[in-house]
């Protein structure tokens, strides 16, 4: 039989040609299915798990079908958290990156007016929460009247966290003649009545759950006091050598106080909560992505926005209040198709959740005893460390000069005067440039292949509008 590959979709060369560098080999379950309903347009609702590869199932075939030229936003992507917008966000620019689509990812705690610029300018696709969205539709500072995709993305933490009735209130005001997509873990109640009242003959996908959560992932937990808890994870962390792990709290407090603990230890590890401020927050998850230190010590905030498909063991130090967590959480490890571990400590007070746990998710979770767990040679005399692993854009980043250019908005710059004076240079076509981004005070251009040093250096003497700018090379940041 043959194996299906993304060729298969008559996808476009510059979309095909991101997805090699990004390391996207053959389609997974839920891509198969998802891809070609979204090239025809088809509403469709998809039960899938995390990890299944749902973004790119729908990013890919949204990025073949933008028309570039079109002033308007044309796909909107709701989310329920930050971090799940700007991850989303960053998978659909770098599959549309040689094709130049332009991704926008708004969300609340972040400067109201600088949202407000970036949409002003053309974007394709608007990735946002909720809350923010539906601000910026109030203040008249986005135009969603072409919108012809709408995506929403993880709809039952939506509903979790109180979002769905914006979420209804966005949708209401949106083009008829748009495809709506739907994807959740499970299907509540009102999840099924938003399909109903907003889509027409949907087409259901439910991934296979041979790939679930649960079969892919070693669960186990322990019996332990709280007091004896911190112990217990360094005797874990030594005789199991996670190479990267996240531990799951649940408050900031408790957070803090571990990290405080774990750098007495010497382990090379951060925090993550709601607490924390935006910028820091993006950071150190982009940090964590990319391997600069083994353990992450988060609350409930982060579990949603983390998609890294090498954590190898998940430890819940606290058990998570709602059994939902519990998934969302051990489902950060086994990813991609991987295996993966994950650990619960539970304390005297704690069984009837672990109960409950289990009745949720049709599975007894085996106990295992401490005393079986040797002491361990101490995991940072051994100096073991992994290399710092690049994020799968490095590729795409590696083969891209971003230019900034010391003119803008302010000095009546256009995208069109910076692509006319590149343009001219010898040896260079339109296809070798890639997006335009012209600012207030600045602007930067994106060169594709091997002639960035070449545009880089003809810039030092190349007018544009009549005058010669200063240029410098910038380095990429994903966030």
Known sequence: MHKMNFRDFGLDKEILKALEKLEYEMP??????????????????????????????????????IELEQRNSQVLVLTPTRELAVQVKEDIAYIGRFKKIRCAAIFGKQPIEMQKRELRQRVHVIVATPGRILDHMERKNVNLEEIKYLIIDEADEMLNMGFIDQVEAIIKTLPLNRATMLFSATMPEKIEEICNQYMIDP??????????????????????????????????????????????????EKVENIIRQMKNEKYSCRGLHGGMEQGERLNTMQRFKRGQFDFLVATDVAARGIHIDDVTHVINYDIPVEKESYVH????????????????????????????????????????????IQEGERIFEKQITHKAKGDRSDKINREITKIRINAGKRKKMRPGDILGAISNMEGIIPKDIGIIDVQDTCSYVEIFGKKGDFVYEELQSTKIKGRIFTVKKVRFRSF
């Open 28 to 65: 997974t379950a839920v891509q198969q299915q998802v891809i070609p309903f979204v090239l025809e347009n088809r509403d469709i609702i998809v039960k899938s798990k995390t990890g299944s590869g749902k973004t790119a199932s729908f990013a890919i075939p949204i990025c073949e079908k």
């Open 203 to 252: 087409k259901r996908i439910e991934v296979d759950s041979k790939d679930s959560t649960t079969e892919k992932i070693e669960q186990a937990y322990y019996e332990v006091e709280e007091h004896r808890k911190f112990n217990l994870i360094n005797k874990i962390i030594y005789t199991e050598r996670p190479s990267r792990c996240i531990i799951f709290c649940n408050t900031r």
């Open 329 to 372: 959480r051990i489902g950060r490890t086994g990813r991609a198709g991987n295996g993966g571990i994950a650990i619960t400590f539970v304390s005297q007070g704690d069984v009837e959740m672990l109960n409950d746990i289990e009745e949720y998710i049709k599975h007894e979770i085996p106990k295992r005893e401490k005393e079986a």
